[in-house]
């Protein structure tokens, strides 16, 4: 086998003309960066197969749980279509119920289950008169016991997630409680919000629990809710469910700025009903004062179009903001002072109310996605705009790998969607559009406010397979990436000017995972059709500068 198999490579122009664009000989040459992007498949045997999972980052250490895996037959991949949309649409065979370390660079996995996990840390005990071990002593049935009562964090499929510094943060997901598996009415869109230590819970996978101090068990994990808890009886089990929680999300994002979280979009799903989020939700969250293994969460006003509906039927049916599974990503804005602030922007995602068509005299059910914008700007007056001119033509419009970079020359800021689902064909009744291998770039301009989507290649990963669906786009840990900075907080978008240097190859980071589409409209899971996908590929940034 290859080492590498050689994608094919995209030529990204971001260009703007100043002045005029015929420069007079008055006028000073500006020079136009372009950015050749390459993706290669890396060659590696012990990636794990998931979708829609979490994971965070130390060093090249991957940590990965949650979401989907492939069990027998190719059971991960695209749910099916034609089924009830729980137990039958997301086996449970495909639940991933394995946490895994996996180091990109040596190609090395360490796993255990959560019940495995949960066991490791409850039978272990300090090394005898070590530092604090008594206090380690009396914190391990605290930590098991947290982790019991949260085990679905680490099952469920979905999850909106986010990492600062050492800390991953997880927020709802797609599933059932962990001992009514088998049952289609225990599926739910969970409510809980975990607070996770990366480099902490990668030891514990390893079997290296004797490096965590005592402050790395108290930070291990905390867990906490922000709606009210009701006992519901189902086939005679009694299951906990949330009923009046604003942070009930799957297929949404999380992203913070500044000190406040925001929950971008998203639904509650559940076995019997679903309501789409319709919002962005800015919450706080602080470890307890009185218990390092709860959070205490404060959820604000929503930002939404839909105020007074919103949580109803009636929202879902006007709300722009109905949206799941897309590209929602961040971004820079302009202010009044033509400051940058941060914020975040939604391209694309699934599916518009008035998805029901009436073509002579015919009405049909299609599953439109959106090819309009949204800009979220939390510090700005206007909370956001909804910018309708915008058309993304139906490509790229379902969840998938992205990056963000500024470009001071052009004064752009540009998203890269790479693969995922929508080729820019419409859909057929009860279809979702077609899978894609294309790379669009979405240039927002900073001075118009408007974004303009281009397509860059068709088919980025090569081959007749498709991929990008559900996948995550990893940073490259080992390069000096420079980001934004914002009134002193760190953004995710990368700073071009001083990350790339001219004409040399900038390893950017890595695609992995998602959903495999063994053809371009599966329907549904299995062989041949599609699958959970462990395969990664690396992302190399060029940047050239030509005279405008």
Not at 129 to 150: E, H, R, V, W, Y
Not at 151 to 180: I, K, S
Not at 194 to 212: F, Q
Not at 473 to 493: C, H, K, L, R, Y
Request: hydrophobic share 35%; proline share 4%.
């Amino acid at each position: 086998m290859k080492r590498f198999t050689l994608g094919s490579a995209m030529l990204i122009v971001l260009t703007t003309c100043f002045l005029s664009c015929k420069p007079t000989k008055e006028e000073a040459t500006v020079l136009i960066p372009e950015y050749v992007v390459n993706v290669t498949q890396v060659t590696q045997q012990n990636a794990p197969a998931l979708q829609s999972y979490a994971h965070g980052v130390n060093g090249a250490d991957w940590l990965l749980f949650a979401g989907r895996t492939n069990r027998i037959n190719d059971d991960g991949g695209l749910h099916d279509l034609n089924a009830n949309y729980t137990n039958t649409s997301f086996l449970p065979l495909s639940y991933n119920d394995d946490i895994f370390v996996y180091n990109v660079e040596k190609d090395e996995v360490s796993a255990l289950s959560f019940n495995e996990m949960v066991s490791e840390i409850s039978s272990f005990t300090p090394a005898s008169g070590s530092t604090d071990a008594a206090a380690i002593t009396a914190l391990i049935p605290q930590i098991a016991s947290a982790l019991k009562a949260n085990g679905t964090v680490f099952r469920a499929t979905n999850p909106l997630v986010m990492q600062e510094g050492n800390y991953m943060y997880v927020v709802g997901g797609y599933g059932t409680p962990l001992d009514q598996t088998d049952s289609g009415n225990a599926y739910i869109t969970f409510d809980q919000v975990a607070k996770i230590n990366v480099p902490s819970m990668i030891n514990v996978i390893k079997g290296d629990l004797n490096a965590l101090t005592l402050a790395d068990w108290q930070s291990l994990v905390a867990f906490g809710r922000s709606g009210t808890i009701d006992p519901i009886v189902i086939n005679g089990k009694t299951k906990q469910v949330v009923t009046d929680g604003k942070l009930v999300s799957t297929g949404g994002e999380l992203f913070k700025i500044g000190s406040t979280f925001y929950l971008a979009g998203g639904h509650n799903f559940t076995a019997n009903s679903q309501q789409y989020v319709d919002a962005v939700y800015p919450f706080t969250m602080s470890v307890s004062a009185s218990n390092p293994l709860a959070l205490d969460i404060t959820v604000s006003a929503p930002i939404t179009d839909v105020p007074t509906t919103i949580g109803t039927p009636a929202a879902d049916a006007t709300s722009k903001f109905r949206r799941r599974d897309g590209p929602i990503v961040s971004a820079l804005y302009m202010d009044s002072n033509k400051n940058l602030t941060e914020g975040l922007a939604f391209y694309g995602g699934v599916f518009q109310p008035d998805s029901v068509v009436i073509v002579n005299k015919d009405t049909t059910s299609y599953l439109r996605a959106w090819n309009t914008a949204i800009y979220v700007t939390p510090s700005l007056s206007a909370k956001y705009t909804i910018d309708s001119d915008y058309n993304q033509k139906n490509f790229n419009v379902y969840a998938c790998a992205d990056f963000e970079l500024y470009d001071a020359v052009s004064g752009t800021v540009s998203t890269f969607l790479m693969g995922g689902i929508g080729d820019g064909t419409y859909q057929g009744p009860q279809t979702l559009s077609p899978f894609t291998n294309s790379l669009t770039q979405v240039r927002y301009d900073l001075s118009t406010g408007k974004s303009t989507p281009k397509v860059i290649d068709q088919n980025i990963f090569g081959g007749s397979s498709f991929y990008g669906a559900e996948t995550e786009f990893i940073f490259n840990s080992s390069q000096p990436i420079s980001f934004m900075t914002v009134n002193g907080d760190a953004t995710e978008v990368i700073d071009a000017d001083k990350t790339f240097q001219e004409g040399q190859g900038f390893d950017l980071g890595f695609i992995y995972g998602g959903i495999e589409a063994f053809e371009n409209t599966p329907g549904t899971f299995g062989r041949g059709k599609s699958a959970a996908s462990s395969k990664i590929w690396k992302v190399t940034v060029t940047k050239n500068t030509v005279n405008n």
